[in-house]
């Protein structure tokens, strides 16, 4: 049974769509994350919730907008996309805030933009 | 702000070499230390992880030693295998901002039989 999972995993689209990627995690964690991967592989924190709560917004374009529907669900939503939206983008979950628990990574989605 | 510089790659080296990955940070505070692999296709598994000062994090044959006097977190193996070939990622991270993980640049690794 997969921890945390992502759909699509791959997602090719036009400049100017809107998007959205799916985040599931059957851990019972209370946070989860989304970052961002660029072509050289740099990774970088986007946005983290805890219980459905929005803990971190980093420099974000106001383009992309998390949303939390309960705490085992983090979605992304990207509007008007733009070719340096390509990337991998990886969704991870860890047990709460509390303490520095390990976090767990989905399997990436690879958002291609043409 | 927090920062993880590691050192280039791509690493090539040969089946049972000795693997050193070097990894310092910049943060103030008392940061939490990881070792993330990310295998070809993959998401990111963490390795290992150190809390506190001259703490060990092991596994797998990987260890790293987390120096506050050197802020430094290096990985190494003994003798590396085929198998781990794989993009090495070090990595920070602190309760107060959001327990968020600051990763370094990632090192490739490639390991010839």
Redesign the interface.
């Given at each position: 049974d997969t921890a945390v999972s992502q759909t699509p995993k791959y997602l090719v689209t036009q400049m100017g769509n809107d998007k959205s990627i799916k985040c599931e995690q059957n851990l019972g964690h209370d946070t989860m994350y989304w970052y961002k991967q660029d072509s050289k592989k740099f990774l970088k924190i986007m946005f983290s919730y805890n219980n459905k709560e929005l803990i971190i917004n980093e420099t974000v374009p106001n383009r992309f907008s998390p949303k939390s529907p309960d705490k085992a669900h983090l979605n992304l939503h990207i509007n008007s996309l733009e070719l340096g939206d390509s990337a991998v983008y990886f969704c991870a979950s860890s047990a709460d805030l509390a303490v520095v628990y390990e976090q767990y990574f989905g399997p990436g989605t690879r958002l291609t933009v043409t | 702000g927090d920062s993880v510089t590691q050192m280039e790659g791509p690493v090539t080296l040969s089946e049972e070499a000795f693997l050193t990955i070097n990894c310092t940070y910049t943060a103030t505070g008392y940061p939490?230390l990881?070792w993330?692999v990310?295998y070809p296709g993959?998401?990111?598994?963490?390795l290992l992880?150190a809390?506190k000062a001259d703490d060990k994090g092991s596994n797998k044959g990987f260890e790293a030693t987390y120096r506050k006097e050197t802020t430094s977190f290096h990985l190494e193996k003994g003798s590396v295998q085929v198998s781990d070939s794989a993009?090495y990622?070090c990595a920070l991270?602190?309760?107060e901002?959001?327990?968020?993980?600051?990763?370094g640049?990632?090192t490739?690794l490639r390991v010839k039989s």
């Open positions: - | 939490s990881f993330y990310q993959e998401g990111l598994q963490l992880k809390t993009v990622f991270s602190r309760m901002y959001g327990n968020k993980l600051v990763f640049a990632g490739i």
